[in-house]
């Protein structure tokens, strides 16, 4: 789904390292690590009616990664806290937002890969944008991509982190494909996630999405687990084949940035849309939306 430039973000001021820079005059320097090796790691975060949306699970998975990575001089939770406060009053911000909050291992001392050349702590970047979902009222076609998604043999998909490559080089193949996303398989041929969604899929009334092993853990792939165990929805974790997919009566994708989307085609084979199911998680996450939050003050 390509998105388009917004122009109310033509004047957005965006949080580094404790400073307020217009769009224009924020930048990082050339020796900070996720210049040298996409190095840092990050969340994508929403504010929803005057509310930041899951705001601890997002901060606990950012600091979990941060840990993982070994990142030294971790800023508090509290002051990563006050910097995204900070950037949304900045900018007025309080509903229709995504944030997109980084924290790369830092400033080098030196070109080079060692993290022992990262002398200065870390650094940290707060870009919240207005965006409405982007994937709102619109279905998707997903081709499935040649490469693979990592496994934790290579790298644990639980760490957040900015090096994307593996999802740019499969959403890459849905470009040229013309569609909109591609579906990433594991090591093992069985389907991990999207470039950059969760994946389920519906089959005679009940849920199902693969195993966390090889996809991000998604907080919005946790709501939907919870919305089912609250609504007596039998929702289960498996390994999914294609075939499976092919087959079901729906299939929909997850994540902060596109919410709930629903899949209408996978390699050129067409999903069914039976059941309503998908129709009622999207209200019951749509009624999350409203109350969950840690309420904006300005
Ligand atoms: C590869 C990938 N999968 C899934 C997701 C969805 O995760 P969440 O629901 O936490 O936004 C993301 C979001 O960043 C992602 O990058």
Redesign the pocket.
């Known amino acids: 789904m390509m998105q388009e430039f917004d122009n109310r973000n033509k004047d957005i001021k965006i949080w580094i390292d404790g400073k307020l820079l217009n769009r224009d005059e924020a930048k990082i320097s050339v020796f900070d690590s996720v210049v040298q090796g996409g190095d840092a790691v990050w969340e994508?975060i929403r504010v929803y009616d005057k509310k930041i949306f899951c705001f601890d699970e997002h901060l606990n998975r950012l600091m979990e990664s941060a840990k993982s990575m070994g990142f030294e001089d971790i800023p508090s939770l509290g002051y990563i806290k006050d910097a995204v406060f900070s950037t949304l009053k900045a900018n007025d911000m309080k509903d229709e937002t995504h944030i997109r909050l980084t924290l790369t291992r830092g400033r080098k001392i030196t070109s080079g890969m060692n993290p022992q050349l990262n002398q200065f702590g870390c650094t940290l970047i707060v870009l919240a944008e207005w965006k409405s979902s982007i994937y709102s009222g619109k279905t998707l076609k997903l081709v499935t991509a040649n490469i693979r998604r990592n496994s934790p043999l290579c790298l644990d998909s639980r760490i957040?982190h900015a090096n994307l490559i593996n999802?740019i080089l499969a959403k890459i193949e849905a470009n040229h494909a013309g569609v909109d996303d591609a579906i990433m398989l594991d090591l093992n041929g069985f389907v991990a996630?999207t470039?950059?969604?969760?994946i389920f899929m519906i089959k005679n009334g009940n849920v199902y999405t693969p195993f966390p092993k090889s996809?991000?853990p998604?907080?919005?792939?946790d709501l939907i687990i919870e919305i089912c165990n609250n609504n007596n929805i039998l929702i289960l974790e498996k390994d999914i084949s294609l075939t499976e997919l092919y087959n079901a009566d729906e299939v929909f994708t997850?994540?902060?940035?596109g919410e709930l989307a629903r899949v209408i085609e996978i390699d050129k084979r067409r999903i069914e849309n039976k059941g309503g199911i998908l129709i009622e998680l999207q209200c019951l996450f749509r009624k999350l939306t409203e109350i969950e939050g840690e309420r904006l003050t300005f």
């Open positions: 994508g957040h999802n996630e470039n950059a969604t969760n996809c991000l998604g907080i919005t792939r997850t994540g902060t940035m």
